[in-house]
């Protein structure tokens, strides 16, 4: 804990290059040596730091780096640091590693498991929502994992239908780990939470910048074994995070478009680049099909009975079956939900779980359709 404190005050600090961070941490030994560093032994250290930079490491308060540790030690958030043995083996050889990543939930051993990003604009054509949710789905099924950075449009689609999925999904923050952004995505961060793993560099607390979102790119691409573009405009921050990935030598795969789509250009231009063109996720699959010890985990499928009526042509679903295939969690829930539009502190009250556990299996009852979210926290149950 002694040395801990220094590499939260180093992720506290502001206003530095996080590749200056990571270069002044491996100059001088670890955070200790810079948190009692004089300025001009700074300035010696690395000649890129600049005076600005040496400036904002002079400050020496520990208080927000204490209410970080102890709001970590609260929530069960882990911070892994480069000291780590612990610390993605992956994401330690890019050019720019984080000198500290904050871990809420349970991170999958990034170095022997298929992380996918899948990655695309916030403003997503419904062709964009689409193919992200087709191939978020088929690599949860797969048995890969589905990274991404919690946005809106493409990120968020593919997330979701991963956990649909019964995948596992991991998703990196361009904000402190506690925050949610965007807002309307709260159930998305909580799920992703409860099913796999929230990712940031920020402490708990601090505060976000517009360029903190550009920065995450290269922690998606830094955790993946390759890396999937939907849509991109040329000039954008998805097309950004495939440089990134081409940069650390990630595999790179991009959905092609029609030749005259601005949410697709990024995309063709990539693929004209050497990009391999897929549509949808079997063909990210077969890209690793020498590699199944990559593919280990076993997708929590929800599976359907059908009974058909030959006849008259008609199919019928057995709802019966598929309640007794749901988690025990979510069969909990779903047995407190006697009235129409329960809110949610209603129903977490009555099924005698965490906040956190309702709210998850909420999600994932809406995203297999027992359950209708209306406004105001209400919940309606539909089978």
Known sequence: MARLKYWVWLSCVT?????????????????E?????????????????QSAEADKLCDKSMERA?????????????????????????????????AVLYVWGKLPPVDDTALI??????????????????????????????ISGLAEGCDGAAMEAALRAGGVAVGVLGTAIDQVYPARHRALFEEVRARGALVSEYPPQA?????DFKQRNRIITGLSL????????????????????????????AVPGNADAYASAGCNELIAQGAAPVTGGAAVLR??????????????????KNKIDKPRDIVYIDVTDRMDSLPPVQRQVLSVMTRPDMHADDIIAAAGLSAQETLAALTMLQLTGFVAQGAGKRYTRKI
């Open 287 to 304: 890209a690793y099909a020498g590699r199944p010890e990559l593919f280990q985990q076993e997708p929590a499928q929800i599976p359907i």
């Open 207 to 211: 505060r976000t910048y517009p360029a």
């Open 33 to 49: 040596r810079i948190f009692f560093a004089e300025r001009e032994e700074l300035l010696a250290a690395d000649p890129l730091l």
């Open 117 to 146: 990003a899948v990655v695309g604009t916030r403003r997503a054509t419904p062709y964009g929502i689409k193919m992200a949710g087709q191939i978020g789905r088929e690599l949860a099924q797969g048995g890969a994992v589905v």
């Open 226 to 253: 390759g890396v999937v573009v939907v849509e991109a405009p040329l000039h954008s921050g998805t097309r950004s995070t495939a440089d990134h990935a081409l940069e650390q030598g990630r595999d790179v795969f």
């Open 66 to 98: 204490a209410k970080a540790v102890s709001f970590c030690e609260e929530h069960a958030i882990t911070v892994l640091t480069m000291q780590d043995a612990a610390y993605p083996e992956r994401l330690r050889h890019i050019p720019d590693p984080p």
């Open 15 to 31: 206003g530095v290059r996080p590749m200056m961070k990571y270069r002044l941490a491996e100059a001088m030994g670890g955070p």
